[in-house]
């Protein structure tokens, strides 16, 4: 059962970036002719727009006791200390507190972020951090699924 979805979808204002950026590139090419225009400009906001797609189509869920984000997937008894990061705490643990070994999923335009300690030293990283829309309802979720599967929270 999912209790917990998420897409990482890119914000509006990168699409309508990418518009504006096709607009400026066939205004550039417009002494060429109508067709290279059009065409240069197409071709552009095409390869902008599956690469602002594959940047947002990173998902984050909880399901059945399993968090999957992205390439990381770590179960609900490997979960430690569930901490929700507000913007500055967030920015210090992907910057100057950030762990060489740790687990980052980051997207830049969101600003909160929920960090979760490994309580298994044999998975070779202290913590996960997951950036995040909805920082409140994704710690909620780990906690539940922590708790559903037998797994105190961690001291």
Known sequence: MVTYDERLSVPLRWWLAALAAAAGFAAALLPLGEVPAASGAALLLAMVAWALRGYGVVR???CDG?????PIVLRAEHFGWIEILDEAEALAWRTRRAGPRARLLMRGYLPQAVRIEIAEPALLSPYVYLSTRRPEALAAAL???RTH???RAAA
């Open 60 to 62: 984050i869920r909880v």
């Open 66 to 70: 399993v968090l999957v984000a992205g």
């Open 143 to 145: 906690a539940a699924a």
């Open 149 to 151: 599967y037998g797994v």
